[in-house]
């Protein structure tokens, strides 16, 4: 079993930034993926940005903005979001997924970012 923490969500007004954090402990015997999605009220939960083996990947909307970095030592995956837009509002959710021959995702309980005015 593998747990995860998000840390670091919270409100801001347009244009500030924010840095997620997200830590993975357990039964981890290989992270293969780690990253973010959201979910805003009303809509289906989204692919922010990942990280496979230092290869990122973002969504269109966040692209340039946003910036995922990976602490393989510790297991550890960061999201920094600059240039933060109203419709970046959303509960964040760390993601990860790990094995060899067997493979499992794992989904953290999500942070609030909220972007007002």
């Known amino acids: 079993q593998v747990q995860l923490v998000e840390s670091g969500g919270g409100s801001v007004q347009p244009g500030g930034s924010l840095r997620l954090s997200c830590a993975a402990s357990?039964?981890?015997?290989?992270?293969?993926?780690m990253g973010w999605y959201r979910q805003a009220p009303g809509k289906q939960r989204e692919l922010v940005a990942s990280?496979?083996?230092?290869?990122?990947n973002y969504a269109d909307s966040v692209n340039g903005r946003f910036t995922i970095s990976r602490d393989n030592a510790k297991n550890m995956v960061y999201l920094q979001m600059n240039s933060l837009k109203p419709e970046d509002t959303a509960v964040y959710y760390c993601?990860?997924?790990?094995?060899?021959?067997?493979?499992?995702?794992?989904w953290g309980q999500g942070t609030q970012v909220t972007v007002s005015s």
């Open positions: 993601y990860c997924n790990v094995g060899l021959w067997s493979k499992y995702d794992y």
């Open positions: 990280i496979t083996r230092g290869s990122t």
């Open positions: 357990g039964s981890i015997l290989s992270i293969n993926t």
